[in-house]
Protein backbone atom coordinates (compact mmCIF):
# COMPACT_ATOMS: atom_id res chain seq x y z
CA UNK A 1 0.00 0.00 0.00
CA UNK A 2 1.05 3.78 -0.98
CA UNK A 3 3.28 4.75 2.57
CA UNK A 4 3.14 8.65 1.25
CA UNK A 5 2.36 10.93 3.51
CA UNK A 6 -0.99 12.58 3.01
CA UNK A 7 -1.69 15.44 1.10
CA UNK A 8 -1.85 18.96 2.97
CA UNK A 9 -3.49 21.67 1.42
CA UNK A 10 -5.03 24.89 2.31
CA UNK A 11 -9.02 25.45 2.61
CA UNK A 12 -9.50 26.40 -1.01
CA UNK A 13 -7.20 23.57 -2.38
CA UNK A 14 -9.07 20.82 -0.94
CA UNK A 15 -12.37 22.47 -3.12
CA UNK A 16 -10.69 22.48 -6.01
CA UNK A 17 -9.05 18.82 -5.55
CA UNK A 18 -12.70 17.41 -4.19
CA UNK A 19 -14.44 18.67 -7.39
CA UNK A 20 -11.63 17.05 -9.64
CA UNK A 21 -11.97 13.87 -7.90
CA UNK A 22 -15.65 13.76 -7.98
CA UNK A 23 -17.82 16.69 -10.06
CA UNK A 24 -19.01 18.05 -6.82
CA UNK A 25 -18.17 21.74 -5.55
CA UNK A 26 -17.95 22.71 -1.47
CA UNK A 27 -17.61 25.62 0.27
CA UNK A 28 -13.61 25.77 1.38
CA UNK A 29 -13.97 25.52 5.30
CA UNK A 30 -16.08 22.14 4.60
CA UNK A 31 -13.95 20.57 2.07
CA UNK A 32 -11.31 21.33 4.20
CA UNK A 33 -12.86 19.09 7.01
CA UNK A 34 -14.03 16.77 4.09
CA UNK A 35 -10.53 16.19 2.62
CA UNK A 36 -8.82 14.91 5.88
CA UNK A 37 -12.03 12.64 6.32
CA UNK A 38 -11.83 11.16 2.54
CA UNK A 39 -7.82 10.87 3.11
CA UNK A 40 -8.57 8.32 6.27
CA UNK A 41 -11.47 6.44 4.34
CA UNK A 42 -8.74 5.49 1.45
CA UNK A 43 -6.55 4.17 4.20
CA UNK A 44 -9.89 2.37 5.40
CA UNK A 45 -10.50 0.93 2.25
CA UNK A 46 -7.15 0.20 1.87
CA UNK A 47 -6.57 -2.00 4.64
CA UNK A 48 -9.74 -3.72 3.49
CA UNK A 49 -8.87 -4.67 0.56
CA UNK A 50 -5.28 -5.44 1.17
CA UNK A 51 -4.08 -2.86 -2.05
CA UNK A 52 -3.64 0.90 -2.30
CA UNK A 53 -6.70 2.51 -3.29
CA UNK A 54 -7.07 5.61 -5.67
CA UNK A 55 -7.88 9.19 -4.05
CA UNK A 56 -10.90 9.20 -6.80
CA UNK A 57 -12.14 5.58 -5.40
CA UNK A 58 -12.23 6.87 -2.33
CA UNK A 59 -13.24 10.37 -2.60
CA UNK A 60 -16.44 9.08 -4.25
CA UNK A 61 -16.63 6.18 -1.90
CA UNK A 62 -16.79 8.89 0.94
CA UNK A 63 -18.63 10.96 -0.21
CA UNK A 64 -21.89 8.23 -1.40
CA UNK A 65 -21.92 6.84 2.06
CA UNK A 66 -20.51 10.38 4.34
CA UNK A 67 -23.17 8.83 7.06
CA UNK A 68 -21.55 5.67 8.23
CA UNK A 69 -17.76 6.33 6.49
CA UNK A 70 -16.86 7.98 9.85
CA UNK A 71 -18.07 5.61 12.12
CA UNK A 72 -16.29 2.74 9.80
CA UNK A 73 -13.12 4.59 10.14
CA UNK A 74 -12.97 4.95 14.24
CA UNK A 75 -14.66 1.46 14.51
CA UNK A 76 -11.67 -0.28 12.49
CA UNK A 77 -9.18 2.45 13.96
CA UNK A 78 -9.88 0.59 17.02
CA UNK A 79 -10.30 -2.63 16.70
CA UNK A 80 -6.39 -2.53 15.03
CA UNK A 81 -5.13 -1.12 18.28
CA UNK A 82 -7.02 -3.26 20.24
CA UNK A 83 -5.44 -6.02 18.52
CA UNK A 84 -1.94 -4.49 18.46
CA UNK A 85 -2.36 -3.90 22.44
CA UNK A 86 -3.31 -7.67 22.97
CA UNK A 87 -6.93 -6.65 24.51
CA UNK A 88 -8.44 -9.51 26.58
CA UNK A 89 -11.82 -10.37 27.27
CA UNK A 90 -12.56 -11.26 30.89
CA UNK A 91 -15.47 -13.36 31.86
CA UNK A 92 -18.07 -11.64 34.48
CA UNK A 93 -17.68 -14.66 36.97
CA UNK A 94 -13.61 -13.31 38.01
CA UNK A 95 -15.98 -11.09 40.04
CA UNK A 96 -17.61 -13.51 41.78
CA UNK A 97 -14.45 -15.67 43.35
CA UNK A 98 -14.04 -12.26 45.52
CA UNK A 99 -15.68 -12.76 48.66
CA UNK A 100 -18.09 -9.89 49.47
CA UNK A 101 -15.80 -9.42 52.83
CA UNK A 102 -12.22 -8.75 50.87
CA UNK A 103 -11.49 -5.22 51.33
CA UNK A 104 -11.98 -3.39 48.98
CA UNK A 105 -15.00 -5.01 46.84
CA UNK A 106 -17.56 -2.88 48.42
CA UNK A 107 -15.59 0.52 47.55
CA UNK A 108 -15.03 -1.01 44.12
CA UNK A 109 -18.27 -1.74 43.60
CA UNK A 110 -19.82 1.59 45.13
CA UNK A 111 -17.00 4.00 43.70
CA UNK A 112 -16.48 2.83 40.87
CA UNK A 113 -18.38 -0.16 38.69
CA UNK A 114 -21.76 1.44 39.57
CA UNK A 115 -20.96 4.84 38.50
CA UNK A 116 -20.14 3.88 35.23
CA UNK A 117 -22.56 1.44 35.02
CA UNK A 118 -25.45 3.54 36.08
CA UNK A 119 -24.11 6.51 33.64
CA UNK A 120 -28.06 8.06 33.22
CA UNK A 121 -28.49 8.10 36.97
CA UNK A 122 -25.19 9.69 37.44
CA UNK A 123 -25.30 12.49 35.29
CA UNK A 124 -28.73 13.02 36.69
CA UNK A 125 -26.89 13.34 40.20
CA UNK A 126 -23.76 15.05 39.01
CA UNK A 127 -21.62 11.73 39.73
CA UNK A 128 -18.69 11.87 37.59
CA UNK A 129 -17.81 8.64 37.18
CA UNK A 130 -14.03 7.12 37.54
CA UNK A 131 -11.06 7.47 35.03
CA UNK A 132 -8.36 6.91 36.75
CA UNK A 133 -7.35 4.71 40.24
CA UNK A 134 -4.32 3.49 42.03
CA UNK A 135 -4.64 0.16 43.63
CA UNK A 136 -1.46 -0.39 46.23
CA UNK A 137 -0.43 -3.12 48.90
CA UNK A 138 1.94 -6.06 49.90
CA UNK A 139 2.92 -7.89 46.31
CA UNK A 140 0.52 -10.90 45.97
CA UNK A 141 -3.02 -9.65 47.74
CA UNK A 142 -4.72 -9.55 44.59
CA UNK A 143 -4.52 -6.20 42.81
CA UNK A 144 -4.36 -7.47 39.56
CA UNK A 145 -7.59 -10.03 39.86
CA UNK A 146 -9.72 -6.59 41.17
CA UNK A 147 -8.72 -5.11 38.21
CA UNK A 148 -9.48 -8.10 35.40
CA UNK A 149 -12.68 -8.65 37.54
CA UNK A 150 -13.37 -4.85 37.61
CA UNK A 151 -13.10 -5.36 33.40
CA UNK A 152 -15.06 -8.83 33.80
CA UNK A 153 -18.14 -7.18 35.36
CA UNK A 154 -18.58 -3.93 33.28
CA UNK A 155 -17.75 -6.38 30.00
CA UNK A 156 -15.05 -3.74 28.65
CA UNK A 157 -11.63 -5.32 27.26
CA UNK A 158 -8.72 -5.57 29.57
CA UNK A 159 -5.44 -4.09 28.42
CA UNK A 160 -2.24 -4.53 30.50
CA UNK A 161 0.41 -2.53 29.57
CA UNK A 162 4.08 -4.03 31.18
CA UNK A 163 6.93 -1.46 32.06
CA UNK A 164 9.24 -3.89 30.04
CA UNK A 165 7.28 -3.02 26.78
CA UNK A 166 7.96 0.69 27.36
CA UNK A 167 11.86 0.23 27.74
CA UNK A 168 11.92 -2.57 25.23
CA UNK A 169 14.04 0.36 22.81
CA UNK A 170 16.01 1.18 25.72
CA UNK A 171 15.61 3.55 28.90
CA UNK A 172 15.57 7.09 25.95
CA UNK A 173 12.62 5.57 24.86
CA UNK A 174 10.39 4.80 27.59
CA UNK A 175 8.63 8.66 27.45
CA UNK A 176 8.09 8.58 23.79
CA UNK A 177 6.87 4.76 23.76
CA UNK A 178 4.54 5.66 27.14
CA UNK A 179 3.17 8.60 25.27
CA UNK A 180 2.26 6.43 22.13
CA UNK A 181 0.54 4.20 24.06
CA UNK A 182 -1.61 6.73 25.82
CA UNK A 183 -2.36 8.86 22.66
CA UNK A 184 -3.48 5.17 21.29
CA UNK A 185 -5.24 4.05 24.20
CA UNK A 186 -7.01 7.76 23.98
CA UNK A 187 -9.01 6.40 20.84
CA UNK A 188 -10.65 3.67 22.41
CA UNK A 189 -13.98 3.13 24.39
CA UNK A 190 -15.00 0.95 27.06
CA UNK A 191 -11.44 -0.59 28.03
CA UNK A 192 -9.96 -1.10 31.27
CA UNK A 193 -6.42 -0.19 31.05
CA UNK A 194 -3.66 -1.67 33.46
CA UNK A 195 -0.27 -0.41 34.66
CA UNK A 196 1.07 -2.38 37.02
CA UNK A 197 4.61 -1.69 39.06
CA UNK A 198 3.44 1.74 38.51
CA UNK A 199 6.24 2.86 40.30
CA UNK A 200 8.62 2.14 38.08
CA UNK A 201 7.64 4.93 35.61
CA UNK A 202 6.05 7.16 38.15
CA UNK A 203 8.89 7.38 40.88
CA UNK A 204 9.46 10.21 42.99
CA UNK A 205 11.56 13.01 41.04
CA UNK A 206 13.37 14.21 44.41
CA UNK A 207 15.99 11.34 43.83
CA UNK A 208 15.51 10.29 40.15
CA UNK A 209 18.04 10.50 37.60
CA UNK A 210 17.47 12.75 34.42
CA UNK A 211 15.55 9.98 32.20
CA UNK A 212 13.39 9.06 35.52
CA UNK A 213 12.24 12.58 35.58
CA UNK A 214 11.45 12.87 32.23
CA UNK A 215 9.15 9.67 32.48
CA UNK A 216 7.10 11.15 35.18
CA UNK A 217 6.79 14.23 33.64
CA UNK A 218 5.25 12.89 30.80
CA UNK A 219 2.78 10.08 32.89
CA UNK A 220 1.88 13.51 34.77
CA UNK A 221 1.15 14.80 31.17
CA UNK A 222 -0.96 12.03 29.92
CA UNK A 223 -3.41 11.38 32.74
CA UNK A 224 -5.35 14.88 32.11
CA UNK A 225 -5.28 14.35 28.80
CA UNK A 226 -6.89 10.85 29.44
CA UNK A 227 -9.16 12.27 31.80
CA UNK A 228 -10.43 14.74 29.13
CA UNK A 229 -11.83 11.89 26.65
CA UNK A 230 -15.38 11.63 26.49
CA UNK A 231 -15.11 7.88 25.90
CA UNK A 232 -15.24 5.14 28.17
CA UNK A 233 -11.85 4.30 29.45
CA UNK A 234 -10.66 3.49 32.83
CA UNK A 235 -6.78 3.37 34.17
CA UNK A 236 -5.73 1.49 36.96
CA UNK A 237 -2.24 1.40 38.36
CA UNK A 238 -1.25 -1.07 40.60
CA UNK A 239 1.98 -0.47 43.10
CA UNK A 240 3.03 -2.01 46.39
CA UNK A 241 5.27 0.26 46.97
CA UNK A 242 3.24 3.72 47.32
CA UNK A 243 5.91 5.28 49.05
CA UNK A 244 7.85 5.28 45.79
CA UNK A 245 5.51 7.19 43.87
CA UNK A 246 5.64 11.07 43.17
CA UNK A 247 3.78 13.48 45.27
CA UNK A 248 2.69 14.93 42.46
CA UNK A 249 0.80 11.80 41.22
CA UNK A 250 -0.80 11.45 44.74
CA UNK A 251 -2.50 15.10 44.61
CA UNK A 252 -6.55 15.24 44.17
CA UNK A 253 -7.16 15.70 40.00
CA UNK A 254 -5.01 13.04 38.58
CA UNK A 255 -6.50 9.65 40.00
CA UNK A 256 -9.96 9.78 41.23
CA UNK A 257 -9.25 6.95 44.17
CA UNK A 258 -6.51 5.19 45.67
CA UNK A 259 -7.04 2.40 47.53
CA UNK A 260 -5.32 -0.10 49.70
CA UNK A 261 -5.67 -3.75 49.13
CA UNK A 262 -4.50 -5.73 51.73
CA UNK A 263 -4.90 -9.24 53.17
CA UNK A 264 -7.58 -12.17 53.15
CA UNK A 265 -10.33 -12.27 55.88
CA UNK A 266 -11.86 -15.54 56.87
CA UNK A 267 -14.55 -15.37 54.69
CA UNK A 268 -12.20 -13.94 51.56
CA UNK A 269 -9.84 -16.92 52.45
CA UNK A 270 -12.82 -19.30 52.37
CA UNK A 271 -14.33 -18.45 48.70
CA UNK A 272 -11.18 -18.43 46.94
CA UNK A 273 -10.66 -21.90 48.78
CA UNK A 274 -13.89 -22.71 47.85
CA UNK A 275 -13.30 -21.84 44.10
CA UNK A 276 -9.74 -23.76 43.88
CA UNK A 277 -11.13 -26.45 45.43
CA UNK A 278 -13.69 -27.15 43.19
CA UNK A 279 -10.52 -27.85 40.56
CA UNK A 280 -9.32 -30.62 42.86
CA UNK A 281 -10.31 -34.46 42.85
CA UNK A 282 -11.11 -34.30 46.60
CA UNK A 283 -12.05 -36.85 49.35
CA UNK A 284 -13.04 -36.19 53.09
CA UNK A 285 -12.23 -32.26 53.38
CA UNK A 286 -12.50 -29.82 56.26
CA UNK A 287 -12.56 -26.60 54.51
CA UNK A 288 -12.27 -24.98 58.25
CA UNK A 289 -9.53 -26.53 59.11
CA UNK A 290 -8.14 -25.20 55.59
CA UNK A 291 -8.98 -21.88 56.56
CA UNK A 292 -7.40 -21.60 60.01
CA UNK A 293 -4.58 -23.42 58.18
CA UNK A 294 -4.12 -20.51 55.70
CA UNK A 295 -4.26 -17.17 57.70
CA UNK A 296 -1.61 -14.71 56.62
CA UNK A 297 -2.03 -16.20 52.99
CA UNK A 298 -2.61 -13.83 50.39
CA UNK A 299 -4.62 -14.84 47.05
CA UNK A 300 -1.26 -15.33 45.08
CA UNK A 301 -0.17 -17.91 48.35
CA UNK A 302 -3.47 -19.65 47.93
CA UNK A 303 -2.86 -20.44 44.41
CA UNK A 304 0.49 -21.45 44.87
CA UNK A 305 -0.44 -23.84 47.27
CA UNK A 306 -2.93 -25.32 45.56
CA UNK A 307 -0.57 -26.20 42.79
CA UNK A 308 1.61 -28.10 45.23
CA UNK A 309 -1.63 -29.91 46.49
CA UNK A 310 -2.20 -30.63 43.03
CA UNK A 311 0.40 -31.77 41.49
CA UNK A 312 1.45 -33.62 44.80
CA UNK A 313 -1.73 -35.99 43.93
CA UNK A 314 -1.33 -36.31 40.43
CA UNK A 315 3.01 -37.64 41.86
CA UNK A 316 0.91 -39.87 44.04
CA UNK A 317 -1.84 -41.30 41.30
CA UNK A 318 1.35 -41.39 38.86
CA UNK A 319 3.10 -43.72 41.25
CA UNK A 320 0.01 -45.86 42.76
CA UNK A 321 -1.82 -46.19 39.70
CA UNK A 322 -4.80 -45.97 42.29
CA UNK A 323 -7.04 -43.19 42.18
CA UNK A 324 -6.25 -40.17 44.40
CA UNK A 325 -8.23 -37.98 46.82
CA UNK A 326 -6.73 -34.88 48.52
CA UNK A 327 -8.21 -34.72 52.01
CA UNK A 328 -7.03 -32.10 54.41
CA UNK A 329 -4.34 -34.38 55.67
CA UNK A 330 -2.74 -33.86 52.17
CA UNK A 331 -2.79 -29.85 52.23
CA UNK A 332 -1.10 -30.47 55.95
CA UNK A 333 1.99 -32.57 54.29
CA UNK A 334 2.51 -29.64 51.60
CA UNK A 335 1.77 -26.76 54.09
CA UNK A 336 5.73 -26.64 55.45
CA UNK A 337 6.25 -25.83 51.51
CA UNK A 338 4.49 -22.65 51.62
CA UNK A 339 5.33 -19.93 53.57
CA UNK A 340 2.28 -17.01 53.98
CA UNK A 341 3.55 -13.52 52.51
CA UNK A 342 2.22 -11.52 55.27
CA UNK A 343 4.06 -11.01 57.91
CA UNK A 344 2.89 -8.80 61.35
CA UNK A 345 5.51 -6.41 59.91
CA UNK A 346 4.29 -6.39 56.43
CA UNK A 347 0.70 -5.90 57.53
CA UNK A 348 1.82 -3.03 60.12
CA UNK A 349 3.53 -1.29 57.33
CA UNK A 350 0.59 -1.78 54.89
CA UNK A 351 -1.69 0.02 57.84
CA UNK A 352 0.43 2.72 58.04
CA UNK A 353 -0.08 3.30 54.27
CA UNK A 354 -3.28 3.12 54.39
CA UNK A 355 -3.89 5.97 57.22
CA UNK A 356 -1.47 8.24 54.91
CA UNK A 357 -2.16 7.76 51.39
CA UNK A 358 -5.55 6.20 50.97
CA UNK A 359 -8.42 8.47 49.30
CA UNK A 360 -11.39 6.98 48.36
Known amino acids: MNDNPPE ?7 TNRILELSGVAFEPDIAADLWSKILKHKWL ?40 MGAQTIGREIWD ?25 S ?16 PGTGKTHFVKAIAGILSWRYIEIFPSMLMADGVEKIGANLREVMEEARHLDEVVLFIDEFEEIAGSRDTADRIDKSITNEFLKQIPLLRNQKNKILLVCATNYIRQLDAAMLRPGRFDCIIPVGGLDREGRTTILEHYLSKLNTGQIDLDRIVEMTSGFTPSDIQYFFQQVAHFAFEQELASKEDYRVTAETFIHILPKVRPSLSDQVIAEF ?10
Not at 8 to 14: D, G, K, Q, R, V
Not at 123 to 138: D, L, Q, S, Y
Open 45 to 84: LSEKLGRDVGLRTACIDFLENMEQAPDEYVTHQRKSILHE
Open 8 to 14: ILSPEAC
Open 97 to 121: TISDSQPPKQLVQRRIILPLMEEGL
Open 123 to 138: IKHGVVPPKAIVFFGP
Open 351 to 360: EKDSISYSRV
